[in-house]
């Protein structure tokens, strides 16, 4: 069956960095998108970027000022967000969610999630 | 960007209740919109997808509407599993956006 398997919590002091991984099994990983999706404490959702496992292609939401990188290793199925220059607000849960290159209004879009890993920054 | 405003921000209902969730975008985004469902510590699912198809293995008292700005989401019978949080999601522009979600809580 589909699944994605994240890494686990991370603990980190303001202005590090954190790499969190993704791993997909049970489908064709390239013929899918992974997308990264966060939650502060209490808070709302927050996209921040896609990634084509394919091409490499990557998209990223603009307001984390190339803080964010999203690569992929095609050799294990594997994908990962990284973000640097942590700062307290960057305290979440990242969640990443498959997505089909066809296009999010295809079903098989956000139809699969890992199950979120913790990342605090605290000094 | 494009803005999702949802409303209302919370809500308390009892069960058997029908309840609407809307999503305003502040530009027009034609049907390039989900719905998702989020319990407590859980990731997020996506209900509704292109604004008013029902994800595979949603039950069908989900359900979607709208196109443009205006969006509705539909509980026609809430049940003591859909106590949770929703959250509209544009994904016709880049970056894509979510509303700030709407907690339905019992009553």
């Known amino acids: 069956q589909v699944q994605l398997v994240q890494s686990g919590t991370e603990v980190k002091k303001p202005g590090a960095s954190v790499k969190v991984s993704c791993k997909a099994s049970?489908?064709?990983?390239?013929?899918?998108?992974i997308q990264w999706v966060r939650q502060a404490p209490g808070q709302g959702l927050e996209w921040m970027a896609w990634?084509?496992?394919?091409?490499?292609?990557?998209n990223y939401l603009q307001t984390f000022q190339g803080r964010v990188t999203v690569t992929r290793d095609k050799s294990i199925n594997t994908v990962y967000v990284e973000l640097s220059s942590l700062r307290s607000d960057d305290t979440a849960v990242y969640y990443c969610?498959?997505?089909?290159?066809?296009?999010?209004?295809?079903?098989?879009?956000?139809?699969?999630w890992g199950q979120g890993t913790l990342v605090t920054v605290s000094s | 960007d494009i803005q999702m405003t949802q409303s209302p921000s919370s809500l308390s209902a009892s069960v058997g209740d029908r309840v609407t969730i809307t999503c305003r975008a502040s530009?027009?985004?034609?049907?390039?919109l989900g719905w998702f469902q989020q319990q407590p510590g859980k990731a997020p699912k996506r209900l509704i997808y292109?604004?008013?198809r029902l994800q595979s293995g949603v039950p069908s008292r989900f359900s979607g509407s709208g196109s443009g700005t205006d969006f509705t989401l539909t509980i026609s019978s809430l049940q003591p599993e859909d106590f949770a949080t929703y959250y509209c999601?544009?994904?016709?522009?880049?970056?894509?956006?979510f509303g700030q979600g709407t907690k339905v809580e019992i009553k």
């Open positions: 969610a498959r997505g089909s290159l066809g296009g999010p209004k295809r079903e098989d879009y956000f139809d699969s």
């Open positions: 049970g489908y064709a990983f390239t013929d899918y998108h």
């Open positions: 990634i084509n496992c394919n091409s490499g292609d990557a």
């Open positions: 530009q027009g985004i034609g049907n390039d």
């Open positions: 292109a604004a008013s």
């Open positions: 999601l544009q994904h016709l522009t880049s970056p894509w956006t």
